[in-house]
């Protein structure tokens, strides 16, 4: 099961037997209230620096969000989505709730893009599913629907079941869908990440396809949060998570380790080329 994705000249292959792929999460204003400021001001300067910062630390695809209060996503995220692809060569995850952007930011786009996302409600399938056959995409799909996001891992399945059919009537293939197992907040609920690495789980043993997550939603509202990243994201690739949503500039080394752990990086050469560039940043 290989999802390939692909920038103005490099490509990406997420599959179970390649090392974790990083999508890079800082393109984003959530919880940055500077870059949300400045995206509402028209101000795209920090774009490119937080392209090149990633991809230096590790990150082999690039999340780029500029959903800010007051921004035209429509006219923005293109824009945001050409300095991405000036700045540096990887390929984007086209991250908006709303279709109209994903069409506007697709029609630009140089490669072969992932969509940021669709999920299990009616209106979003319809919405986004055609965009991901037209333009070729691949596309992460939450396990959420109408009702909301279900408390079982099985309940979870059953909407990603649902997801995978959607899309295969419409020429989507399963290799084309990264599912997101919905990593929720543990200081709601202290067994939110069990449930999620059942749902990955059971994601990887019944469907068999590629898996993204948003590790960092789950340790909000607890102290030494990155240490809670590192910890939640061992849970979660072991489960079968391979290209996670993360801060490449505190987990790459980790995800390095964990991959060594799993028997995905040959004498440990990518854990010691990491570890390598990060001494070499610090003196």
Same mark, same amino acid.
């Given at each position: 099961?290989?999802?390939?994705?692909?920038?103005?000249?490099?490509?990406?292959?997420?599959?179970?037997?390649?090392?974790?792929?990083?999508?890079?999460?800082?393109?984003?204003?959530?919880?940055?209230?500077?870059?949300?400021?400045?995206?509402?001001?028209?101000?795209?300067?920090?774009?490119?620096?937080?392209?090149?910062?990633?991809? #230096?630390?590790? %990150?082999?695809?690039?999340? $780029? /969000?500029?959903? =800010? @209060?007051r &921004?035209?996503?429509?006219?923005?995220?293109p824009?945001?989505?050409?300095?991405?692809?000036?700045?540096?060569?990887?390929?984007?995850?086209?991250?908006?709730?709303?279709?109209?952007?994903?069409?506007?930011?697709?029609?630009?786009?140089?490669?072969r893009?992932?969509?940021?996302?669709v999920?299990?409600?009616?209106?979003?399938?319809?919405?986004?599913?055609?965009?991901?056959?037209?333009y070729?995409?691949?596309?992460?799909?939450?396990?959420?629907?109408?009702?909301?996001?279900?408390?079982?891992?099985?309940?979870?399945?059953?909407?990603?079941?649902n997801?995978?059919?959607?899309?295969?009537?419409?020429?989507?293939?399963?290799?084309?869908?990264?599912? #997101?197992?919905? %990593?929720?907040?543990?200081? $709601? /609920?202290?067994? =939110? @990440?069990? &449930?999620t690495?059942?749902?990955?789980?059971?994601?990887?043993?019944?469907?068999?396809?590629?898996?993204?997550?948003?590790?960092?939603?789950?340790s909000?509202?607890?102290?030494?949060?990155?240490?809670?990243?590192?910890?939640?994201?061992?849970?979660?690739?072991?489960?079968?998570?391979?290209?996670?949503?993360?801060?490449?500039?505190?987990?790459?080394l980790?995800?390095?380790?964990?991959?060594?752990?799993?028997?995905l990086?040959?004498?440990?050469?990518?854990y010691?080329?990491?570890?390598?560039?990060?001494?070499?940043?610090?003196?």
């Amino acid at each position: 099961m290989q999802t390939l994705l692909k920038g103005i000249n490099q490509e990406v292959i997420i599959s179970p037997e390649h090392p974790t792929a990083i999508i890079g999460e800082r393109i984003n204003p959530t919880g940055r209230k500077v870059f949300s400021a400045e995206l509402e001001a028209g101000d795209l300067s920090r774009i490119a620096r937080d392209a090149q910062a990633q991809v #230096d630390a590790g %990150a082999v695809i690039l999340d $780029v /969000n500029v959903g =800010a @209060a007051r &921004v035209d996503e429509v006219q923005m995220l293109p824009e945001a989505v050409r300095i991405v692809q000036d700045t540096v060569d990887v390929p984007i995850s086209i991250d908006s709730s709303n279709p109209e952007a994903l069409k506007a930011a697709l029609k630009v786009y140089k490669g072969r893009a992932l969509i940021n996302s669709v999920n299990g409600e009616k209106e979003r399938l319809t919405q986004v599913l055609p965009l991901v056959a037209e333009y070729g995409a691949a596309v992460i799909a939450l396990c959420m629907g109408d009702d909301g996001i279900p408390e079982t891992a099985e309940q979870r399945l059953a909407i990603a079941q649902n997801i995978l059919e959607a899309a295969q009537a419409v020429g989507v293939p399963p290799e084309d869908i990264l599912f #997101d197992p919905l %990593a929720m907040t543990i200081s $709601v /609920n202290h067994r =939110a @990440a069990q &449930v999620t690495i059942d749902t990955a789980h059971a994601i990887r043993g019944e469907l068999g396809t590629n898996m993204t997550i948003g590790a960092s939603n789950t340790s909000h509202g607890m102290p030494d949060r990155q240490l809670l990243n590192t910890v939640f994201l061992a849970g979660f690739i072991q489960a079968g998570v391979n290209a996670p949503i993360c801060n490449p500039l505190t987990n790459t080394l980790a995800v390095r380790a964990i991959d060594l752990m799993q028997g995905l990086d040959e004498w440990g050469m990518r854990y010691i080329q990491t570890y390598r560039k990060l001494q070499a940043s610090q003196s």
